[in-house]
């Protein structure tokens, strides 16, 4: 186990929906708690349904998100101590990429402008002409250069571009962690190995670890070393990406690998079950027994605990499909 980066320690994040009187409370994250190594770089994907969280401990981790329990750590410093924060140094070390480009750029604002402003505002290129090498350099290594977007503006450019320009913007610091929330959700399908197959070859060319938020199990199952899955907010099973993608041990990682047999596929509709969804949230239990084929008594009155079936395999269940 080498020197730990990124910490979460029982993160969880409750949302009030609705009035004072009548509102009730969402537990939208449940007490995560996840790390990531410092030595080499990684790629670690938390995928999951739509609404299970994914987003919410993105932002969490972007200080976009207070927790409401437990605490993050980053590189040694704690999120809930504020005298640890230097903003400057955190936007150094951790760069977001959304997942619609052209909500990240303003229609009115030259897309260079960006780069230039993060080069130069940071302190990262002295004058304008350091500036202009170092976005160079780092448009190159994601397939563009400076004077393909040089004076030209968002809608000049097709969704895969412009997001290679948003992950050319987040590698001119060149951080340490690039936390990327769905980046291909908004891309042509044809594109989206495209952007996935430059997260493989960024991450040794600048030694930069990917958090890749996704809903795509199978573009997860290509690019990720480590793959965590959530439901309803929990952290349900985590391990090594072929090992969870080959041989789940998690029944709900079993549905997610079944509803997504190829590239691009995403899950069925059926499957949101929004009926159910409220009363899933709120379970003191497991979340996923009234969903799961193999659930007993035990399973709808307790909460699993996290447990090891394999070397660096965790999963929360009481009948995992492995031991």
Same mark, same amino acid.
């Given at each position: 186990m080498g020197q730990t980066f990124l910490e979460l320690k029982g993160v969880t994040k409750i949302f009030r929906i609705g009035g004072i009187l009548r509102g009730k409370k969402l537990v939208a994250v449940d007490n995560v708690s996840l790390a990531m190594d410092s030595d080499e770089p990684t790629i670690l994907s938390v995928v999951g349904e739509s609404g299970c969280g994914k987003s919410t401990l993105c932002r969490m981790i972007l200080r976009m998100y207070k927790p409401d329990e437990g605490d993050i750590v980053l590189d040694g410093h704690s999120y809930s101590n504020p005298k640890e924060y230097n903003p400057r140094q955190f936007r150094m070390e951790v760069q977001p990429i959304f997942q619609?480009?052209?909500?990240s750029f303003s229609a009115r604002k030259k897309v260079d402008t960006y780069l230039f402003n993060t080069a130069l505002r940071l302190g990262i290129a002295k004058d304008h002409r350091e500036a202009e090498q170092r976005i160079d350099e780092t448009l190159r290594s994601v397939g563009m250069s400076l004077p393909s977007v040089r004076d030209k503006y968002p809608t000049q450019f097709s969704g895969g571009e412009l997001q290679r320009i948003s992950i050319a913007r987040a590698l001119i610091t060149r951080p340490k962690l690039i936390v990327a929330d769905e980046p291909?959700?908004?891309?042509?399908?044809?594109?989206? @190995? !495209?952007? =996935?197959?430059l997260f493989r070859q960024l991450k040794d060319q600048y030694h930069v670890s990917f958090l890749y938020i996704t809903h795509d199990l199978s573009t997860a199952y290509y690019v990720s070393d480590f793959i965590a899955t959530l439901y309803r907010g929990c952290?349900?099973?985590?391990?090594p990406a072929r090992e969870i993608m080959e041989d789940p041990a998690h029944p709900y990682t079993e549905l997610? @690998? !079944?509803? =997504?047999?190829r590239v691009g596929d995403k899950w069925k509709e059926e499957m949101a079950m929004p009926d159910t969804e409220d009363k899933e949230y709120a379970l003191s239990a497991c979340k996923f027994a009234p969903r799961c084929p193999y659930a007993t008594e035990e399973c709808r009155e307790k909460q699993?605990?996290?447990?090891?079936?394999?070397?660096s395999?965790?999963?929360?269940?009481?009948?995992?499909?492995?031991?």
């Open positions: 619609n480009p052209y909500e291909v959700a908004a891309i042509d399908a044809s594109m989206k @190995m !495209n952007i =996935v197959n952290l349900v099973e985590y391990g997610l @690998m !079944n509803a =997504v047999p699993p605990e996290m447990t090891n079936p394999g070397k395999r965790k999963v929360a269940c009481w009948h995992p499909l492995i031991s």
